[in-house]
Structures are given as C-alpha cells and as structure tokens.
Nanobody, 112 residues
C-alpha cells in the first residue's frame, strides 16, 4: 500500500471533517498530492491539490470551505473540510500525481 488514508465518516450539514494521507518520504517529496472524490453515478473529480512548494488549487465548489495542506515531517497531506454540504458526500481518494498512486478511499457522508 503506497498511500494510507484516514479520516472521513458521517457528519451533519455544516459540520467539519478532516482527512489525512501518508506516503513514503520519496513519494511525498517528489510529487503534487491531491484529493479526488467520486459520488455514486458520477465521475471521479479533483477536489484539491498541493504541489511540493505548497501551492494549492481547489475546485470551485469547495473554495473557501476546504483546505489542503502538507506536512513534510510526517509525509502526510491533509484535507480539512468545513461547512460540509450534502453534495460533498462521496468516496474521497488521495493521489500522488507523478507516481499515479491512489489511496484506498474513505467515505464521507453529509446527512442530517
């Protein structure tokens, strides 16, 4: 297993969750890391990414609500998700772009 994810779960609308993804030092140091999500019946989409220099990009639907960050001392990338909406419900996957590695996926469900 190249990428190990943790976090996710069930939360009410307006709540928060945090995801984390740990890679090997070599993988983490050499590539952009990203979080994707896939909802039932939909294509997988890029949610956020962060390059080795710390520059982050977000899809429009999560701007201002989600924050991606990376900690090189822990070889870990995080996705802090605030003000969650029902439409954020999906399986979230971590990705190491240049290596084409994927995490195992973690379910995020936003429901009252």
């Amino acid at each position: 297993v190249q990428l190990v994810e943790s976090g996710g779960g069930l939360v009410q609308p307006g709540g928060s969750l945090s995801l984390s993804c740990t890679a090997s030092r070599t993988v983490f140091a050499t590539t952009t890391m990203g979080w994707y999500r896939q909802a039932p019946g939909k294509q997988r989409e890029l949610v956020a990414s962060i390059n080795t220099g710390g520059r982050a990009n977000y899809t429009d639907s999560v701007k201002g609500r989600f924050t991606i960050s990376r900690d090189k001392s822990k070889n870990t990338v995080y996705l802090q998700m605030n003000n969650l909406k029902t439409e954020d419900t999906a399986v979230y996957y971590c990705n190491a772009r240049a290596w084409e590695y994927w995490g195992q996926g973690t379910q995020v469900t936003v429901s009252s």
